[in-house]
C-alpha cells in the first residue's frame, strides 16, 4: 500500500504540471477528478500522525499561493491551481484524522 500512495503522490504532481503546460486539458473535468482521488489516496495513504501537523502547514501555504495565483500568470498559475486541487482532499483527509485521533484520546 505504500507504494501505492508513493505513486498517486507522483503521478498527482506530474499530471498538475503536465495540465498546467497543455492548455486544451484545461477545464476538463477528468483532470480534476482525477487529481481528487489521487488527493484521497495520498491523504489516506502516505501521510502519517506524526507527519500531519508539517503536512498541513504545508498545505495551508500551498493554499494560500493558489489564492493568489493570478499574480503569477498562465502557465505558472494553472500548475499551482493543479496542485491546489491535487492537496486539497489529502489535506481534508488528514485534518479529518488528526481530529478524529484528538477526539479519540482520553
Known amino acids: 500500500m505504500e507504494k501505492l ?7 498527482g504532481v506530474a499530471l498538475s504540471i503536465i495540465a498546467g503546460l497543455i492548455p486544451s486539458l484545461e477545464g476538463q473535468s ?8 489521487l488527493g484521497l489516496l495520498v491523504g489516506l495513504l502516505n501521510v502519517t500522525a506524526r507527519e ?11 493554499m494560500a499561493t493558489g489564492a493568489v495565483s493570478g499574480v503569477f500568470g498562465g502557465v505558472v498559475a494553472m500548475v499551482i491551481q493543479n496542485v491546489v486541487v491535487f492537496v486539497s482532499p ?8 488528526a481530529i478524529y485521533s484528538l477526539a479519540s484520546e482520553e
Do not use: D, N, P
Not at 5 to 11: D, L, Q
Not at 30 to 37: K, S
Open 5 to 11: 500512495g508513493a505513486w498517486a503522490f507522483i503521478v
Open 30 to 37: 477528468w483532470v480534476g477528478w482525477t487529481l481528487v482521488v
Open 52 to 62: 500531519t501537523q508539517e503536512f498541513l502547514i504545508a498545505t495551508i501555504a500551498l
Open 90 to 97: 489529502a489535506a481534508l483527509v488528514v485534518a479529518l484524522k
